[in-house]
């Protein structure tokens, strides 16, 4: 059974930290791109980083370019967000998803169920 399982989430104080890791299962992670995508209140839905599944580049959204940081440990099948100097503004649901053969993932790829992140003081 495929799976994409994502952790890390909760709530912080603006300026905080969060470690956001998305765990896969039934297929091999290391073939695919992944991505973290959000979604905010009354918002569409935005990518906020990917990395590449073969020369591991990374790409991410102006707003968080310089605070965020996606890796990926395929010997382990998971996908981290390193989130730092969080904002009110990232406060939102995120979603990891795995597609081929490069970023960005589109719907026809394996999604994750989504994890909350709220940035308030």
């Known amino acids: 059974q495929v799976q994409l399982v994502e952790s890390g989430g909760g709530s912080v104080q603006p300026g905080g930290s969060l470690r956001l890791s998305c765990v896969a299962s039934g297929f091999t992670l290391g073939y695919y791109a992944i991505a973290w995508f959000r979604r905010a209140p009354g918002k569409e839905r935005e990518g906020v980083s990917c990395?590449?599944?073969?020369?591991?580049?990374?790409y991410y959204t102006d707003s968080v370019k310089g605070r965020f940081t996606i890796s990926r440990d395929n010997a382990k099948n998971t996908v981290y967000l390193q989130m730092n100097s969080l904002k009110p503004e990232d406060t939102a649901v995120y979603y990891c998803a795995a597609d081929v053969p490069r970023c960005w993932p589109t719907p026809r790829g394996y999604w994750g169920q989504g994890i909350q992140v709220t940035v308030s003081s």
């Open positions: 990395i590449s599944p073969s020369d591991f580049s990374t």
